[in-house]
Structure formats: C-alpha cells, structure tokens
C-alpha cells in the first residue's frame, strides 16, 4: 500500500514545525492565548501557498484557513480537516529539538539532553508495534509538539499530494489550523460561515487505525469560600479561615473513586486542578467529565453537598458553587450522521489497516465543532506519549495518515450521486 509516485513531506514539515514554540497560556484572556502561536501559522500560510493553495490565510483570532479546490464536477460536501498549531502548558516546548531514530530496533531510547529521559517499550507498549519505522523524539528537556504538530503536518502533505495528483477525484477540502486546543478554547472564534465545511475531521488522534467518535461531556466548576479577617493577635471569635474550609472540602473528596487516578474506560470522575486563595477568600476549581452528559448534573450535585458539608464545619464562612458548560460528547451529534464515521473506516480499510472505534477520555476541537454544525471525530497522527518529554512519532504512521485522508476524499467523491 501507499501513495505512488509521491515522496513524503510529513516527517520534514514535522521536525521544522516543532521548533516553533507555540504553547498556549491557560491564564491569558486574549485570543489567541499566547501571540508566539501565529509564528506558526504564518510558516503555514507561506508554505501552504508556495505549494500552490493561494487562498491560505491568518486571521485576527490565529486560525488558518485555506482551500483545496474540489477536482471532481459532483456536489460532494465540502470537507475540513483540522489540526491545532499549540502545545500543552504541561511541558516546556522552547528550544525543541527534533530527533530521527531511523529503523527503531526495539530498545530503550535514551534521549542525550537528559539521560534520566527514557522512553521504553516497557512503559510505551505502543512502540513494540512500531519496529523497523523512524520514530521521533525530543532532546530530553522539552515535549516534542507531536500532539498536535503531526496533525499539521499529516494535513499539509496531503495538500502537497492532492495539488500534485489532480486526478485524483475529491470534492472541496477546507483546511483549519486552530490556536488555543490544549486550554480548550480551540475553536471559540472559529468562522463557521467562512469555514463553509459540511463535514470535518480533526488529525489529532494517536494509535494507527485507531477512529474516535465519542469524547467526555465536560464542564468547570468554580467553587468559592469566603471567610471573615481579623488581626491574628486579636482574632478569638472573629476570623474565620477561608482557607481551612476549602481545605477541609478537598479532604472530603474521595482518592478510591470518582477521581482520574481510580477510574478508566467509561467511568466519569470529577477532578481539583487548582486551590488558591487566603483568609478571606479560597478558590477551588474543578473539571467534571463523564460521556454521559445528563451524569454531569449528578456529579456536580454530589459536589456540591461535600462543600455544603465543608461549610457545616465553619460557622461563618459562605460559599458560591459556579457550573460553565465547556463541552459535550460529539458522539450524540455523530450518532446522528453515521456515514462520516463509515466513510472514514472504509478508508483506514482501503489503507490497509485494522479499524478499532474508540472513545477519548477527553475532548479535541471536534467535540465543539460538532455542536457548531460540522459533525467531526479525530483520526490517528501516530502522536504518543503526549504533554511529556517522552513524547515521540512515527513517521509512518503519519505517512499513513496522510494516505487515509487521500482515500477518505476519494469515498466521500464516490458515495455522492
């Protein structure tokens, strides 16, 4: 299998991008996040249009927009594939620095920046399946941007191939780089009258012939303890300790159950990602997750009466519990168009894999686009190991991305009458 006649760009384009720091910023308003993310979309749009795609374009908010003209005369609907430029908060991404393994033998890969930096078929049981391909790593000090650079980069070669190969039958294909993925707000000023896609598709996935149509619901709480100041030298029967209550209410959440590090597979959990504050005022924040959404109000609730418990304690102190929607599970949207699903196992089919349907603990851009009118799972990049040093890639894998996405224009050309 494979495209012929076509010498791949992915893993180029790939070891370039990475460089460009491009992490976003959960504590900044603006958008997008952090302004060194355009850095990268600029090198997008001047590539994209040196490859011949001559609509590419950056706007205000940071996303990238650009066409692949439609080379078939039927009415097929138009597609957008999507990938986000940024890198998580979690891990450094300044100064990355790329490096190929060619032909992985199956050993530990000691990255030389940090030798204490190991990335092992032990702990990556994923790379045992990658044996004989190119894996790319970083340095040791940074992450690599693999989650979602390969997206971009598997994107951009098929643009390369498609402005190659006109005979190849495919309709209009729109191409969206977002900003602003990692801290949820990928596609919070998306255009979607400019976007114009029907149907879409996010590059943002891991495992070959993996295909994800069902993400976590999810919403934030904020949950608020007012107390009472008083001089420490005086305070007897006067403060009350903001801080000691919130305290108190984290202690009050269980570490068996209802948590990220108990629970698995399709289990919700409801998770502190950060306590600040002081005598007065203590602030707990909270994501709450679960593929059901109607569980979502239940957990919140549960929630809820551990504060109130919280309050019970310390007579005096006050508390407000705020619940903002961030998400849902695009699967209840998907459900509803079972052909982009179909048309995109036929592909992985055609490129000669195995398909597996999974669920993502977690969202992608996807999970919103979904909602927004342009029904959209994620496919594979071959991204593992994210948000960490021991991130790495296969250059096959994308090169078999990229494959699948030819074959998936091509289905979408022929299942239109």
């Known amino acids: 299998m494979g495209l012929l006649n076509y010498k791949h760009t992915a893993a180029e384009r790939f070891m370039r991008y990475v460089q460009v720091d491009t992490q976003s910023d959960p504590t900044s308003p ?15 749009v001047k590539d994209l249009i040196e490859l011949g795609v001559t609509d590419a374009e950056l706007d205000e908010h940071g996303y990238v927009y650009a066409t692949i003209p439609a080379t ?9 594939f999507c990938s986000h430029v940024d890198t998580a908060p979690d891990c450094s991404g300044t100064n990355v620095k790329p490096i190929l393994h060619k032909k992985y033998d199956g050993k530990d890969i000691v990255l030389p920046d940090d030798s204490s930096v190991v990335i092992s078929a032990e702990n990556h049981t994923y790379l045992k399946e990658r044996i004989g391909d190119d894996i790319i790593t970083a340095s040791g000090l940074t992450l690599l941007g693999a989650d979602d650079k390969a997206g971009v980069a598997i994107i951009m070669d098929l643009a390369s191939y498609l402005v190659q190969h006109p005979e190849i039958k495919h309709g209009k294909i729109r191409i969206l780089f977002t900003p602003d993925e990692e801290i949820g707000r990928g596609v919070a000023a998306v255009d979607m009258r400019k976007l114009g896609a029907q149907y879409g598709y996010t590059l943002d996935g891991g495992e070959r012939g993996h295909l994800e149509g069902e993400t976590f619901s999810a919403d934030a709480v904020i949950v608020t303890f007012n107390g009472i100041s008083a001089h420490p030298g005086y305070a007897k029967g006067k403060m009350v300790h903001a801080i000691k209550a919130a305290a108190a209410f984290v202690d009050l959440l269980p570490g068996n159950e209802w948590c990220p590090e108990a629970t698995e597979g399709m289990q919700g959990f409801v998770h502190p990602t950060s306590i600040e504050g002081g005598l007065e005022k203590a602030t707990v924040q909270f994501i709450i997750r679960d593929f059901e959404t109607a569980k979502l109000a239940a957990h919140e609730e549960r929630l809820k009466q551990l504060m109130e418990k919280a309050v019970s304690r310390f007579p005096g102190v006050t508390a407000s519990f705020v619940v903002k929607e961030q998400y849902r599970n695009m699967k209840e949207i998907l459900d509803l168009h079972p052909y982009v699903m179909d048309h995109a196992e036929e592909a992985y089919k055609r490129a000669g894999m195995g ?18 009118g342009l029904p959209c799972p994620n496919l594979f990049t071959g991204e593992m190991g994210i948000h960490s040093k021991q991130e790495y890639v296969s250059v096959q894998d994308m090169e078999k991305a990229v494959e699948t996405l030819v074959h998936l224009a091509q289905i979408w050309e022929e299942k239109t009458k």
């Not at 603006?30 to 997008?44: A, C, F, G, V, Y």
């Not at 669920?359 to 686009?369: A, F, K, P």
């Open 30 to 44: 603006s958008q997008p996040s952090t302004e060194k993310q355009k850095d990268l979309s600029r090198i997008l």
């Open 72 to 80: 078939s005369h039927k009415e097929v609907p138009v597609l957008c």
């Open 355 to 372: 398909v597996q349907r999974m669920s993502i603990r977690g969202g992608t851009d996807g999970s919103r686009l979904s909602f927004m």
